[in-house]
């Protein structure tokens, strides 16, 4: 009673939910989709995968479910070329990062939208690509389901069952709520670190490389920032107007800061580093011991 | 011939240098100074000092080495209540981070500024106080000094065997030079942590807790926000002409990046993203492994 499922995108999330999903027995046949045939070949050596074609209508045409796990800008040409071969119960679900895009282009291009899923797994690491893909990925990790009031139940409970056998903790919300926090806690930092490490390498540097005096906290404060800068581009045009307003939000306190710093107000800038090593704390507190 | 140390500030800083010179032999007694008690006779239990003082002057007077590891706004104080109980033959250093500033507190309030060696490890972590101090925080780091043209070439070589024995790598720079490399790689990911942890938590959320929603991601970029508040208000003051140039080379590359969000100009996005990622990454290769 195990599933068929087309896994279109064998990626480091594609790849790490196809190893849980195997793993725990819920899938009988996977059946890998993308452009790289190199990639391909890779993750089906890896055991990833059992099969593989660039024939995207062909894969979900045998398929129970559908996983989309690929650069949210390629949704529109990924459903469009799936539409047609799709069969009436076959689910369908993405792991993108922004939900109300998904949700859009699903009923835009897709015959059944009823029996899409939109989910958001959030894990994952700053490494790309299947050979970093591996089945405890997202063991103990939220992933947000963002269903709407016509998806279908099936499906949407096929999905949680294989989220939950990947080790999940499950949450359901409305797609732009998400996209709301997501944008905050999550895009603003990928976009501050990418921005941070072009901002420093713009400057002028005619004696000394400004990166050899950096340390263990530009370490981590730009982890991110290694990234694949096109899964970051779509995400961030997915979701342009939610991380606009928190952009404007992040800009408004640095100026605030830059204000306090030319008044030499200590004061203000005590109050504000304060504030945020205590609720940063605070969080370490609460979630810390999950990540 | 080992010295007697007078250690002005017992936290992480100071406590590390203090553990790693006693345990390469290079000093036989070392006075811890601070203002809180219970800081300092927490330091002698763990036998990172062997005696201690609220005294400043008192502990100066017999030191043949003065290390001050304190926030940076109370270098004046410091200086000025030590001035009048410091020998000529006396060597005093700083770890600060930022350099132009101590020197031009040493000029003001020092008697022997030539016998006073601006030192700054570039080593650290989140953590604060004397509990979280190690032995071997500064090993494989580098150590910039900033020595002037009048600094005393013996005091130089002392404070220089010092960061030698506790495993640093030494270089010798210009303080304002100094100052302007880590205004962007240290000071501004500090203020732009701080800030995006602030400007987050300032916004409007009814229904959730969006630092639910945060992963891996945001615990690593918002790492430096766990840092002490005092230390880096010091440090932004301290250094402020350099790091509002880096604040304001920073907003700007933000800007271009809104601008790009606006116009829906992927091309922008996926050249600041790569060209950032492929910085970062060379980073790494050069640098990462002794971090």
New interface residues.
Partial sequence: MADTLALIGVGLIGGSLARALRHHGLVERIIGVGRQAENLVHAKELGVIDTWTHDIAAAVHDADVVCVAVPM?SYPAIFTTMAPALQEHTIVFDVGSTKAYAVDMAHQCLPYPERFVPAHP?????ASGVEASFSSLFEN??C?LTPEEHTHADALNKVEKYWLAAGSHLMR?DAR??DA??A???H????????????????E?E??D??????????????????S??M???I??CN?KA??D??????????D??TA??N?D?DR??Q??????N???N??H???GS?
């Fill in positions: 800008k959030i894990a994952g690491t700053e990790h939220l947000v919300m709520q998400h926090f997501l905050g806690v999550s603003l930092p990928h976009v501050a670190a990418f921005a941070l490490v072009y901002a420093i390498h713009q400057g540097h004696t000394h400004p990166f050899a005096f950096a340390a263990g906290g530009f370490r981590d404060f730009t982890r991110i920032a290694s990234s800068p096109e970051w581009r779509d961030a045009l342009r991380l606009l928190k952009m404007e939000d992040f800009q408004m306190t640095l100026s800061i830059a710093l030319k030499d200590g800038l005590l504000v580093f304060t504030e945020a090593k609720v940063r704390e969080w370490i609460k979630h810390g990540l």
